[in-house]
């Protein structure tokens, strides 16, 4: 038997997908599970990738005229019952608070005590909260648009639990506008999503298809919920925002009217939009491979570690002088519009480079007496091997760092849409289907169960059935194939025109 | 009677002060009471403070070395009970999830379900469950120091709220840090103290008194309590920020041990240090006036609002491209490390401008045909009466508005010093002393009621005879006058060196 490369992740993502992805999150340190059922510790390193999440989508906001404002945590019971379809989505995995303080119990310990009269939801989402002020905000049409923006966290109590995909709290900002016409509503739900969708390929240099969901996969309560979809290492969709118009269903449910230019009074047109901490995982599973994360130069919070190489004691001054001079340098230089970031590492141990390659840096610079000698720096980048490592002339490095940048960003998004194609098929017969997305029965199980794109009747019941049959949803309409050419569903044989991306999700 | 002047705020200050406190919030924009008990919504002109608060503490932190992560919103009841002293500090206020789920109850409405086998509280302060990860991430002194912030929400269930002073639910940020030894505990805990009084004096232009509580007024759970106390225009104090030195209290609780470089085994030292969305509610009641708020310009989202007056038709393309030329010109400046904040308000309605000036922004422009043919604009300053208003050169105005901004800092600060000072009295006499906080049965109550520097024993009954009597607490042991005079107890009369901040307070 051929001895198993090594990889600093194990298992490998060929192995064991699931358990690689766990172990990856715990060697990149990114995040690590709490004795809180279902929430999560974001660690400094995972949550720098957060904050840079949020100033480039905080940024893309406010250039769209957006503000930031901020609501209350708790959500009265009977505000969540406004709307009907919206309660029935979210009622089993509220957490609930029904007492306002701790007082000693029988056996000593403390119990809840002082009971509410209502109890109060922690809101998984906003809309009714935010409805509530909203109504009180306009009254004209001059008071329209509004364009709200929230960043906080929220809860859905989860059954099954997985860091950052899915977990009974995470992070995320949501968006709550306001409207005077159907059609503004509209075209702002569609300008949300390419936000969406410029941060995730620009970015996180992560591949999306924008499209609508089907009636099932959308958001409790709204018209129609759009979304980009993104392919993971293992061929599963993961949604990675979500852009909602919400029609007048919560201008109805929360009375969000306003006088119009012509003297009558109107609900208003409302929509929602969000995206999450989900994102990062949507990350390490786009780049990710069997050494740890690789982080898209544009979201990393550092960009090059130096590392020192000090084998005898009188070469440390030297060393050291050399290391905090370049990196003095590099700090002046600006990429993606922030200045770039340099850690040093100058702990004398093993597996130090090892350490960063599991943290996904995207560049990696040893310093020697040798290396200073030639006023050269050893250079690894986290896109190639680990060994493939060059001397490079300090001036070049320095002068061409954020091209190199550039060159890994485009890169890892060239790979990522090389991957989604290599593993999208066009499937127009129920056995292929069927096949495509039943790998433990195929001699070749690597090239099945990515996206198909199937034509769809659009019933509900041959959604489901292949739900059931298969575990494979309707990840989306795309906009580019609404036109599509006709075609048969690939459920019940219907003839129809619209072909959907299907696929398993997360 | 004479006729009294005309304020844009009813009542004024020397109204009603509280009442006027409520109506300024309200006029200003800055944030409104929620339906739900206690807690407030932040609108955009409020979070936008928030932001910039934010952003310049966390630079202060990050240039210290602090790294920011975040942790569950819920703490299990049995981490909160590990430390004695703080569950009972908080378990009066404490909001409790006891269910998981809500399902539809014999009435048809819905009902709490899933109950969960161990109530969560949301957190009010987060030290043991960050405690509970630190106990993880710390093995060796290698590992120390560690110097976490997060920026979250939390909940403590006030009976009596007031919006941004005192609610239900607020936003801040809380450090939490861990050290090898007690002295390098204490110094991070006097450097984060000095943060916030940086933050508080040159960025918020409210002068702070820094120093250490009582025992009887220390957080829960602490070794020592550091704060930045300030004086608010009804001469009442405010603690603006706090920083605990916490000893090995809740390293012992939580277990956090590291390996010393002599290979003992020692408990950690921590440190803990929280700031809030209370500053806002300083801010307000330090600079505000009869018109409403004063924003200082380091703080102001936007420092100048143009306002274009077109009284005929003809005259709007001129007007208008002026304004917007304008406006240009002053966005490719920098005040305070930010681009300058530049509104143009083209509302054609009366009490524009006051809208403005209740809103604090430091500058108003008026801009008409006759303005433009001089090339000037027409400038208000909000630290200056409303009618007090000039013509300048265009070319000036935009040179020198970084200076006059500047100024405007400048002068609010010195202001608010003046004031403190004004109000602080030594104080030696035990009737005096209680004068002093009786003004109602004085004939100049103006005079009375605000900070007195007197002589403590450092006995807790003097303390609370004082507080019972006078409602007037021990606002901090100035570092100051640590090395103070001998005098007397203003309670007791014994003899003692130490003078201390007594007032009342928020």
């Known amino acids: 038997m051929a001895k198993k490369p090594k990889t600093a992740i194990t298992p490998t993502r060929a192995e064991d997908y699931t358990e690689w992805y766990q172990q990856v999150v715990r060697a990149s340190d990114l995040a690590e599970r709490s004795p809180v059922r279902g929430c999560m510790v974001i660690k400094p390193w995972g949550y720098a990738l957060w904050e840079n999440i949020m100033r480039e989508l905080d940024d893309m906001f ?181 852009s909602h118009f919400l029609g007048q269903n919560f201008a109805k449910a929360s009375e969000i009217k306003f006088h119009s230019a012509k003297e009558t009074e109107e609900y208003a047109w409302t929509t929602s939009w969000g995206a999450s901490t989900r994102l990062i995982g949507g990350l390490i599973m786009t780049h990710g491979d069997d050494d740890g994360i690789i982080l898209p130069p544009k979201v990393a919070s550092a960009h090059v570690v130096l590392m020192p190489i000090i084998k005898k004691p009188d070469h440390k001054t030297q060393v050291m002088e050399f290391t905090e001079s370049l990196a003095k340098e590099l700090r002046e230089k600006f990429y993606g519009g922030r200045r770039l970031g340099v850690e040093i590492d100058d702990r004398n141990v093993g597996g130090r480079a090892w350490d960063w390659i599991k943290k996904g840096i995207p560049l990696r610079v040893e310093i020697g007496p040798r290396d200073i000698a030639e006023n050269s720096v050893y250079v690894g980048r986290r896109d190639k091997k680990h060994t493939d490592k060059a001397s490079v002339k300090r001036n070049q490095f320095v002068g061409e760092i954020t091209d190199v940048l550039d060159e890994i960003q485009r890169g890892l998004f060239e790979q990522a849409l090389t991957f989604r194609e290599n593993n999208t098929m066009i499937i127009d017969e129920n056995k292929a289907f069927y096949e495509f997305f039943t790998p433990e029965n195929q001699e070749k199980p690597e090239i099945h169960g990515g996206f198909s794109l199937s034509h769809w009747c659009g019933s509900g019941v041959c959604e489901s059935k292949i739900k059931d049959d298969l575990s494979v949803t309707i990840r989306c309409i795309p906009f580019d194939d609404r036109e599509a050419e006709e075609g048969e569903c690939i459920c019940c044989g219907k003839s129809c025109n619209t072909r959907v991306v299907y696929a398993k999700a997360y």
Chains 1, 2 share one sequence.
């Open 62 to 242: 406010k250039d769209t005229g957006v503000k930031n404002a901020y609501f209350p945590l708790f959500i009265p019971l009977s505000f969540l019952e406004k709307e009907a379809g919206h309660v029935e989505g979210f009622a089993k995995e509220c957490a609930v608070v029904t007492h306002h303080r701790l007082e000693k119990g029988e056996d000593g310990g403390l119990v809840p005590a002082g009971k509410l009269t209502e109890p109060l939801v922690v809101r998984p989402t906003s809309e009714t909260i935010i409805g509530d002020a909203f109504s009180k905000w306009v009254s004209s049409y001059r008071d329209l648009p509004l364009l709200i923006n929230q960043w906080a966290n929220v809860v859905r109590w989860e059954m099954r639990t997985r860091i950052f995909l899915r977990t009974s709290e995470f992070l995320w900002q949501e968006g709550h506008t306001v409207h005077a016409t159907e059609k503004e509503a509209v075209e702002r739900t569609q300008m949300m999503l390419d936000v969406y969708a410029k941060l995730a390929e620009e970015y996180l240099a992560m591949p999306v298809i924008k499209g609508t969901k089907s009636e099932a996969e959308r958001f409790p309560g709204a018209v129609d919920t759009l979304c980009i979809e993104a392919m993971m290492q293992d061929r599963k969709a993961l949604q990675a925002g979500t």
